[in-house]
């Protein structure tokens, strides 16, 4: 797509304690409003994204941009200290390519497949061992020999697929529910890592994309299957399960017999888009995250209940249903729990709105998708709670565009 000739903005709003929004202040924001500096408005943008209280932004020519909280070192930038405009990240001879922002911590992703991370490492989830406890500079993963394709970052936990498809997890995020749910029986070391380690149960398919929620993990095959593993607690396994320790794929009758063709996830939900263009929700719905009727109840159309094995028990698991507003997506993000899609050129935010990351200027959690209006977004992306687009220069939106110049 030829962006030459038209000019781009930055707009962010939503959660702003750290400075995240890049707006030089530390206020939430409820409507999207102009980001970025002068440096990054000259720069043509493939990848927005954000973590706990800090996002990234990373330009075509590999370069990195980030603001907000780095008490933990997760901007990388080689300091503590937080930043509330955006500042370029010197990975020097690196181009990078892609992001994954966990709580507070950072994963890049470069063009030669190599993976750096930085920030908090308490839980092991940069990968690099036991003996750093943070670090402010960006460190290679070593243990990762083949060139990653996908990398994915949750609360305290991180996985990536490597060229061949397959799926490496690292950090103990997830070991405290794999202890209480597995009993007496021992956690097996791909829940409890602080390297990578070969997840189990996937060596006769190839994977080509993973997501993690907060304490969940999710695999899309170049099939169009979904496994799913880790905590349950919220129905987003799509079983009756309390704890998957390894991954288990979700049934495809649940997405009316389709493949699916790309996933994302919330903290403790997820949504899917089919080969058809549709997409279906599930798991934890009661911010709203999950864009559809009910989505808090136990309705029948929405709860399978399952025999729990041996016991007798019976647990209501929820499944996945259409949401049909957002059918056609082109693309689609997940913040902790809330979203944003492009569907017809359009901007959609739903769920959580505590702090305007819906961008309608209110804080009342939002049920359906909803356009936010007066923005023409070309590339989105969420932070846990705030949101990022960048958009086509609109003349005379508030808070928009007049200054607007970032080429793409």
């Known amino acids: 797509m030829e962006h030459s000739s038209l000019d781009f903005c930055l707009q962010t709003w939503g959660a702003n304690s750290y400075g995240q929004l890049g ?11 102009l ?4 440096e990054l408005q ?5 990848v927005v994204r954000g973590g706990g209280g800090h996002s990234v932004v990373i330009t075509e020519g590999g370069e990195v941009f980030v603001c907000g909280q780095n008490h933990k070192g997760q901007l990388g930038i080689g300091h503590c200290a937080n930043v509330s405009t955006f500042q370029i990240c010197p990975i020097f001879n690196q181009r990078v ?8 911590f950072s994963l890049l992703l470069t063009d030669s497949g190599k993976l750096l991370a930085c920030g908090s490492n308490a839980f092991g989830q940069l990968g690099v061992g036991e003996t750093v406890t943070h670090t402010a500079d960006p460190r290679l993963v070593e243990s990762l020999k083949e060139p990653i394709v996908s990398v994915a970052a949750g609360l305290r936990h991180s996985l990536a697929v490597n060229d061949s498809g397959c799926v490496y997890q690292w950090g103990n995020g997830l070991f405290s529910h794999a202890k209480r749910a597995l009993g007496p029986h021992s956690v097996p070391s791909h829940l409890r890592s602080s390297i990578p380690c070969l997840v189990p149960g996937l060596s006769q398919k190839k994977s080509v994309v993973v997501k993690a929620g907060s304490a969940h993990c999710v695999c899309l095959t170049e099939e169009g299957e979904l496994f799913l593993w880790g905590s349950n607690k919220h129905g987003q396994l799509g079983t009756s399960e309390s704890f998957l320790p390894s991954p288990s794929p979700l049934r495809r009758s649940l997405l009316n017999g389709e493949k699916v063709s790309n996933v994302w996830s919330g903290w403790s939900h997820i949504i899917a888009q089919t080969e058809s263009g549709r997409v279906f929700t599930w798991g934890r719905g009661d911010y709203g995250q999950l864009g ?26 929820c499944l996945p249903a259409e949401v049909h507003a957002l059918r056609g997506a082109t693309q689609i993000s997940c913040g902790s729990e809330h979203n944003l899609a492009v569907v017809g050129g359009c901007l959609l935010s739903w769920g959580w709105n505590e702090h305007g990351m819906c961008g309608n200027g209110l ?10 209006s007066n923005l023409q977004p070309i590339l989105i992306g969420c932070g846990a709670g705030h949101s990022m687009a960048v958009c086509t220069r609109t003349i005379g939106s508030t808070g928009a565009g007049m200054q607007c110049g970032m080429k793409l």
């Open 23 to 33: 707006q030089g202040h530390a206020e939430d924001q409820p409507v999207p409003w």
């Open 35 to 38: 980001s970025g500096g002068s």
């Open 42 to 46: 000259t720069e043509a943008v493939r």
């Open 97 to 104: 390519t892609d992001v994954a922002c966990g709580w507070d």
């Open 292 to 317: 559809r009727p009910n989505s808090d109840s136990q309705s029948p159309e929405q709860l399978l209940t399952d025999s729990v094995a041996g016991n007798g028990q019976s647990r209501a698991v």
């Open 363 to 372: 804080q009342t959690n939002v049920p359906h998708p909803g356009l936010i």
